[in-house]
Nanobody, 115 residues
Framework: QVQLVESGGGLVQPGGSLRLSCAVS????????LGWYRQISGQQRELVAV???????NYADSVKGRFTISRDNAKNAVYLQMNSLKPEDTRVYLC?????????WGQGTQVTVSS
C-alpha cells in the first residue's frame, strides 16, 4: 500500500516562499501520477499541480508561474516549490498519488500566508 507523508508547511509572510515535500513509500518506484491538492476545512479540494511521468506537468491557473512541482525518483519524493505566496494560498496542502488504479492521500500540511 502506498503511503504519503507531507512536510514543509508553516507560516510565511506574503511574498515569501515554502517548499513542501512528500515522502512516498510502499512502492518500488514512484507512481506515474503524483500531485498536490489544497483544501479549506469543509470545502472541496482544489487541484494545485500534477506531475505525470513522461508526460509533463499541469497547474491550476491561480498558481501558474509561482508554484513548481517536481519529483525525485532516487529519493521517492515529490515536491512543491511555492514562491510569491499570497494570503489566499492559505490552505491545507495534500499530496496524492495514483497507483495501480487507486488514489492515495497524505495527511496534509498547513500553509498559512500572513503578515
Amino acid at each position: 500500500q502506498v503511503q504519503l507523508v507531507e512536510s514543509g508547511g508553516g507560516l510565511v509572510q506574503p511574498g515569501g516562499s515554502l517548499r513542501l515535500s512528500c515522502a512516498v513509500s510502499g512502492t518500488i518506484s514512484l507512481p506515474g501520477i503524483l500531485g498536490w491538492y489544497r483544501q479549506i476545512s469543509g470545502q472541496q479540494r482544489e487541484l494545485v499541480a500534477v506531475d505525470i511521468s513522461d508526460a509533463g506537468t499541469n497547474y491550476a491557473d491561480s498558481v501558474k508561474g509561482r508554484f513548481t512541482i517536481s519529483r525525485d525518483n532516487a529519493k521517492n519524493a515529490v515536491y512543491l516549490q511555492m514562491n510569491s505566496l499570497k494570503p489566499e494560498d492559505t490552505r491545507v496542502y495534500l499530496c496524492y498519488a495514483l497507483h495501480d488504479g487507486s488514489i492515495y492521500w497524505g495527511q496534509g500540511t498547513q500553509v498559512t500566508v500572513s503578515s
